[in-house]
């Protein structure tokens, strides 16, 4: 089975297709939280993965969307940015977002927004982190996770007797998957901060049991525009051009 594993989408149609056009055939689409926040198409972003039949889990963005929880969390932009989206989105979107569960399990996958330990909020940035992660995968009966939340692409191993290893998935990096359980994180499609602009997105393949990681343009300067036309903060369009 060829998946298409994306996260952090954040209302960012215009990056979502071009991933879409850029994967090619897939049988799977998953998503790992953020549908929504920060972007100015989240009822069109919503409606595509719906239309892909996309499995996934409830990023904090989407729970804030759908009244899971306080926007009061959120940075001056972001909360500015979720209110927006509380007031723009359509009943359906914010039903579908709120069925979204926090934890899922597909096809010997486990996925999550943040972490397993804290599938909202925790940011998995380095080796300690992903630790406890990596730790718990075998009490959901899994030995490979997948992660977003940081925006950043990444793959952490547990290496037996010599703790955490990690390091960055950059464009074209492939990896196969062994006994050794791992998170694998694809980066952003909608808002990257790993200082590469281009949307990111990873493909696993079941049956090889491997992955790789990809990146590809999008038109950034059109979102930008619908974003200040939407009264979205401007640094989060500026943002989109510098990766960051």
Avoid: K
Avoid at 43 to 72: F, K, M, P, Q, Y
Avoid at 186 to 207: H, M, N
Avoid at 210 to 229: C, E, L, P
């Amino acid at each position: 089975m060829r998946v298409l594993v994306v996260s952090d989408i954040h209302s960012n149609l215009v990056a979502l297709d071009a991933v879409l056009d850029a994967a090619g055939a897939v049988d799977r689409v998953w998503h790992l939280g953020d549908v929504v926040g920060y972007g100015p198409e989240p009822d069109g972003v919503v409606a595509r993965l719906l239309e892909l039949g996309a499995l996934g889990v409830r990023g904090n963005h989407d729970a804030a969307a759908c009244g899971s929880i306080d926007t009061s969390w959120f940075n001056p932009d972001a909360r500015r940015a979720i209110e927006w989206t509380i007031d723009t989105i359509a009943p359906a979107t914010r039903s579908w977002l709120a069925s979204l569960p926090e934890t899922r399990v597909e096809a010997g996958f486990a996925q999550v927004h943040g972490s397993l330990r804290d599938p909202t909020w925790e940011y998995i940035f380095d080796e300690a982190a992903a630790a406890a992660s990596l730790a718990m995968l075998a009490g959901v009966g899994v030995t490979h996770g997948l992660f977003g939340h940081t925006h950043i692409p990444a793959v952490f191993h547990d290496v037996a007797g010599q703790g955490t290893a990690g390091r960055y998935g950059s464009a074209g990096t492939g990896l196969e998957l062994d006994e050794r359980p791992t998170l694998l994180n694809p980066g952003s499609v909608g808002q990257p901060r790993d200082g590469d602009p281009r949307a990111a997105f990873l493909i696993l393949d079941t049956e090889m049991a491997s992955v790789s990681w990809q990146r590809t343009d999008y038109d950034i300067a059109a979102v930008q525009a619908a974003m200040r036309t939407a009264g979205l903060p401007e640094r989060l369009a500026s943002r989109l051009g510098a990766g960051r």
